[in-house]
């Protein structure tokens, strides 16, 4: 007679948890907190455009297709001290910066926030709870007045559908944005655990 082998913990019926529900933000509820403001139209997709032909890895786009692609976020202006995204929440945009610069920090119980990084102009932020619609892994800050790119997943899943050229371009993008992220942990993991 055979035993049926343990489920793994992962299988395991989830203990009753008493936490309360994770936090759901959306773009229309963040801007008001941060005091965003609207740039126009023409100004936002020039300064998109601008950043993104800065950037030389990205893949090559049309003129016209840049200036499509530089349609779809809406462009903002945030305050210096505002927080963007908090640690843990779960969020529904993900942010190009265009100017400025954003604190990027995790916060540990017991302790004082970690910096992880300081994002500056092309840099994009928030793209894995956009992508895997996950809780938000760090906490992001104005460092002073920043312009900033806001791009909200039920634009982001049309643009996929209507322009999947403009759309593979910003794809690969976030592709190579995570994959510096994955190499410099790496890095920094590698650099802990080697013998001193």
Do not use: N
Not at 136 to 147: E, I, K, N, P, W
């Amino acid at each position: 007679m055979t035993r049926p082998l343990p489920l793994p913990a992962a299988d395991l019926p989830a203990e009753a948890d008493d936490s309360p529900p994770p936090v759901r933000v959306s773009w229309p509820e963040r801007a008001p907190q941060v005091d965003a403001r609207a740039l126009p139209a023409d100004e936002g997709a020039a300064l998109f455009v601008q950043v993104w032909q800065r950037e030389p890895h990205v893949l090559p786009l049309a003129d016209d297709e840049l200036q499509r692609l530089a349609g779809w976020p809406q462009v903002v202006e945030v305050p210096g001290g505002r927080t963007l995204i908090r640690q843990d929440e779960f969020g529904d945009y993900l942010l190009i910066v265009l100017e400025g610069v954003l604190l990027v920090e995790r916060t540990v119980p017991g302790s004082k926030p970690m910096r992880l990084a300081e994002a500056r102009a092309g840099d994009m932020l928030g793209e894995m709870s956009l992508l895997d619609s996950g809780s938000r892994f760090s906490l992001v800050t104005t460092v002073g007045t920043c312009r900033i790119a806001v791009l909200q997943a039920e634009p982001f899943h049309r643009l996929m559908q209507e322009q999947p050229r403009i759309a593979l371009a910003l794809m690969a993008a976030l592709s190579r944005r995570l994959s510096l992220r994955v190499r410099q942990l790496s890095a920094r993991l590698g650099a802990l655990l080697s013998p001193a």
